[in-house]
């Protein structure tokens, strides 16, 4: 009977863990000057952070 609930902590750790991973490489995305310049240029400036 308890196999559902830690299947279901297993899939929100494991969603947590990329959501971590896609936050970090974002962060050092928007550390690239050159990054950013190419998101202005392209009109994606207002990218939600």
């Known amino acids: 009977m308890h196999r559902r609930p830690q299947k ?16 970090g490489a974002l962060r050092q995305l928007y550390a690239d000057e050159n990054f950013v310049n190419l998101l202005r240029a392209e009109g994606l400036a207002t990218f939600p952070k």
């Open 8 to 23: 279901l902590v297993r899939k929100a750790e494991f969603a947590q863990q990329r959501l971590m991973f896609v936050v």
